[in-house]
């Protein structure tokens, strides 16, 4: 990446000398912003070289100031426009949720609306969820225990502007199934959070992108910040990003093997309030300063002493290193033991994370403009509290004995809760929405996720299920039950993953996929190489054969199909904006019409064995052969129809 641009002045504070306690700085002691800047400096160029990022820009503050604010590579790269901190606009992702939280909690400070109340009693008719979803509380939109299934695709992201809908529009028609009752998981929700925009613009006579400028971004003099995005007006629909703002927009990137490739716009206007907000570094840094200052910056106050303590304050009680959801935003445990809130964001392109430190009185945010971001921002705030406020510490953590011994409570594999719960998006994510967890020799756990694996080792007991990471901060919590674990939680909480059972395990659909493969192809072989005499079978036995062959056919074409799907899975983009796809489409539709033929086989198999009074030159081996093939289809159809694997209709 270029040379990066710093945006002002900083006022230099001299270095303090290291403490006594091992660590640079003493919980009182301010940042030095040289000795800051230097080390962000070599994280960022380690990092964007490391991960293949194209831009970035990081603003932090602490007492009250704004000790680095920077841009890092570039916003554009045809042609070549370097970051900018105070004017280039990155999408940031989730990290919108907490000015919806804001806008929602101002609503309850001034007593129109109430968390334990349901939010049907805050929305226009029209949106007011149905059934036993109705009895959604105010509350469990902030901490994500709605209940709903998690669908994204096809409809999250848009890359046609004409496909964005009015809010009110989408939360009818993108409505989630209720896979569970309300309140008793934290399993993330962008629909729930459009929920709460909805709610807290409901009554004011204004959109909801009107009511954050007016009370967040105009009070703050956040001039870059904005829902809006850079479309045609159109009729129904919230203003579209004033004309001022639209160059300093950030071209998202991805990394394939032949370098950075644009990727498209995302259009997130229709849920604007769970992510379609764009802002700056500098922006940002405002924004910052006015959440550590309990909801106060210069002179103006955009929210009050409940809300201040509340987004402090976790709705539920977790276990240690678990985010408790404090009203919206994320817990964090950080290293030397202390404590942040704020949140993370991502869409296709762009990864952000905000961090506020009270404590500390410090602010980290750090923002992306490439799919493969994640593995800078996530671990930047923390990072910069260890190397600063931290002892020195000693990695990699070493296992034990204790979990050696006791790999069977955890080994398995784990689903997520956040995924879809039907249909073929669900089929998708459970194949890609789980987790593998397997214990080493050594006494480490290993969680392998998305081609991605993680080393924990135990923090306390093993029968307690607690483990932190071996390389950094990370925490996850197993929950124990009679020896075995069911589930596990991240630091997060964004979702809870469950033990997998036999028939939803992507190891037990790959074997039946494979055997059906093996059994279609021996049917097919079979086909060329049967002797003359073998052709005298009767005509039950013939229509049997035929519909096999058939059937053959069928499954070689669905499985490879299925296959070609998942080789072009790494395609976000593609996955995302043409959802479901032909290929998918018609893996689906062949897979039904060989599994309905099934059942026709099943009903000829007494006929088969008994043959006809005349002629059955069916041997024994080949009606062994013939009833093997017809359960091996009938298992794979089975687990294929349980999965939602056989619905070419759905979404």
Same mark, same amino acid.
């Given at each position: ?139 469990n939109l902030l901490d994500h225990t709605v209940g709903f299934e998690d669908r994204a695709l096809g409809q999250l992201f848009e890359n046609n502007p004409r496909r964005v809908r009015p809010l009110d529009l989408y939360l009818r028609q993108e409505r989630p199934g209720r896979v569970r009752a309300p309140g008793q998981v934290s399993s993330y929700s962008n629909y729930g959070a459009a929920l709460a925009g909805a709610a807290a613009a ?22 870059? @910040?904005?829902?809006?995005?850079? =479309? &045609?007006?159109?009729?129904? $629909? #919230? /203003? +579209? ?126 923002? @992306?403009?490439?799919?493969?971001? =994640? &593995?800078?921002?996530?671990? $930047? #705030? /923390? +990072? ?126 790959? @074997? ?140």
């Open positions: 990446p270029a040379r990066p641009q710093t945006a002002g002045a900083v006022p230099t504070v001299a270095a303090l000398p290291r403490q006594p306690s091992g660590a640079r700085l003493e919980p009182g002691q301010p940042l030095d912003p040289a000795e800051l800047e230097a080390f962000v400096d070599g994280w960022m160029a380690d990092a964007m070289a490391r991960e293949h990022v194209a831009g970035a820009a990081v603003a932090i503050v602490q007492n009250g100031q704004v000790i680095l604010k920077k841009g890092y590579g570039f916003a554009d790269l045809t042609p070549r426009r370097p970051v900018d901190p105070d004017r280039s606009l990155f999408r940031i992702g989730s990290i919108s949720k907490t000015f919806t939280w804001i806008l929602l909690m101002k609503e309850v400070e001034a007593g129109r609306i109430r968390l334990d109340r349901p939010v049907n009693l805050y929305l226009p008719e029209k949106v007011r969820l149905p059934g036993r979803a109705g009895r959604v509380t105010v509350a409901f009554g004011s006579g204004k959109t909801f992108e009107r009511k954050a400028e007016e009370e967040i971004f105009v009070p703050l003099g956040m001039r870059h @910040t904005t829902f809006r995005e850079p =479309r &045609e007006e159109r009729r129904g $629909l #919230p /203003a +579209a990003m004033p004309a001022a703002l639209r160059d300093d927009v950030v071209q998202g990137y991805g990394w394939r093997a032949a370098g950075f490739m644009p990727d498209d716009y995302e259009y997130i206007g229709h849920i604007a309030p769970a992510g379609s907000a764009s802002s700056t570094a500098g922006d940002m840094s405002r924004y910052m300063l006015m959440l550590l200052g309990d909801g106060s910056w210069n002179g103006v106050t955009i929210f009050g002493p409940q809300a201040a303590r509340a987004f402090r304050s976790p709705l539920r009680q977790m276990p240690p290193g678990v985010n408790g959801w404090a009203h919206g935003f994320m817990t964090m445990d950080l290293p030397g033991g202390h404590k942040g809130y704020g949140h993370l964001g991502a869409t296709i392109a762009f990864m952000s994370n905000m961090t506020l430190v009270p404590d500390l009185n410090l602010g980290v945010f750090v923002t @992306t403009n490439t799919e493969t971001g =994640r &593995e800078l921002v996530t671990p $930047l #705030p /923390a +990072a910069i509290v260890r190397h600063f406020y931290t002892p020195p510490a000693v990695f990699p953590r070493q296992g034990t004995r204790d979990l050696a011994d006791a790999a069977d409570t955890f080994s398995g594999y784990y689903l997520t809760t956040r995924r879809a719960y039907g249909g073929l998006e669900g089929f998708v994510g459970l194949l890609t929405g789980g987790a593998d967890v397997s214990v080493t020799s050594g006494g480490r756990l290993i969680i392998n996720r998305g081609g991605q694996s993680k080393a924990f080792v135990p923090e306390g007991p093993v029968a307690e299920g607690r483990f932190i990471s071996a390389l950094d901060d990370e925490r996850v919590v197993f929950h124990v039950r009679d020896g075995r674990a069911t589930s596990f939680q991240p630091w997060s909480n964004t979702e809870t993953l469950v033990r997998a059972p036999f028939s939803e395990r992507p190891g037990t659909l790959m @074997t039946a996929a494979a055997l059906t493969a093996l059994a279609a192809v021996a049917t097919l072989f079979g086909l060329v190489l049967r002797n003359r005499r073998e052709l005298r079978q009767n005509q039950v036995q013939a229509r049997a054969a035929l519909v096999q062959n058939i059937q053959a056919g069928l499954w070689i074409a669905a499985i490879a199909l299925f296959a070609a799907f998942a080789a072009g899975a790494g395609d976000v983009q593609a996955i995302m904006y043409g959802w479901p796809g032909p290929l998918l489409i018609t893996a689906s539709a062949s897979a039904l019409v060989a599994a309905a033929l099934t059942l026709i086989t099943i009903a000829a198999l007494p006929a088969v064995w008994q043959g006809g009074r005349r002629v059955d030159s069916w041997t024994v081996t080949r009606k062994v052969f013939f009833t093997a093939t017809v359960l091996i289809y009938t298992a794979f159809s089975v687990l294929l129809a349980m999965n939602g694997a056989l619905e070419p209709w759905s979404r």
